[in-house]
């Protein structure tokens, strides 16, 4: 945990005021609003309500922290686990959500003139967080897999895979210059 982190910590936790609440929410919620609009596919009430309910549970857990990674990797974590709650419970689905997501996400590239940021939401769920994770937010591989439960030769694959399909997705669409 860098002295930082560790600052907005044990301010909060101290005092709990709402003048440290800010400077904790200030300082990490740039980070969390990025993912979470990715993850909410600009559905910006679901992006509200998940950011919302990640600062409850970090409020509530903050107590908890150990500062074995960065808070901004614990946190994201929490952001991740809300969003897969959410998944389970719309798709009442427990096994297969980044399945059923890639599934869904071909049917999403019927539009000619597709860019950037919908390329990155047509991903599959494990690629698109792999990559914005990596090359938007530049945690390395053994935060990532902290951050997602998974192992770090999977973040290196799914980044790797996310990449290659990106390139499929935007060779096919020319771009007005």
């Known amino acids: 945990m860098n002295s930082t982190d560790k600052e907005l910590v044990e301010s909060f ?5 709402t003048e440290s609440f800010n400077r904790l929410y200030e300082y990490c919620n ?4 990025r993912v979470a609009y990715f993850l909410s596919k600009g559905n910006d009430s ?4 998940l950011i919302q ?3 409850v549970v970090i409020i509530q857990s903050l107590e908890k922290f150990e500062g074995r990674s960065r808070l901004s990797t614990w946190m994201t974590r929490i952001l991740i686990n809300k969003n897969y709650d959410h998944l389970r419970k719309k798709l009442k689905v427990t096994d297969d959500i980044d399945e059923l997501q890639f599934e869904n996400s071909i049917e999403a590239h019927t539009s000619v003139s597709m860019d950037l940021e919908e390329t990155i939401k047509a991903l599959p769920q494990g690629f698109r967080m792999v990559l914005l994770l990596h ?9 990532i897999a902290d951050i997602l439960n998974i192992n770090e030769g999977t973040s290196k694959s ?8 990106m390139r499929e997705l935007m060779k096919d669409y020319q771009y007005e210059k």
């Not at 090359?135 to 935060?143: A, P, S, V, W």
């Open 30 to 33: 740039p980070a969390l609003y």
């Open 158 to 165: 799914q980044l790797f895979q996310a990449r290659k399909r």
């Open 135 to 143: 090359d938007l937010e530049g945690y390395k591989h053994r935060e």
């Open 46 to 49: 679901y992006l509200h309500d």
């Open 13 to 17: 936790l101290k005092d709990g005021s």
């Open 53 to 55: 309910e990640t600062w």
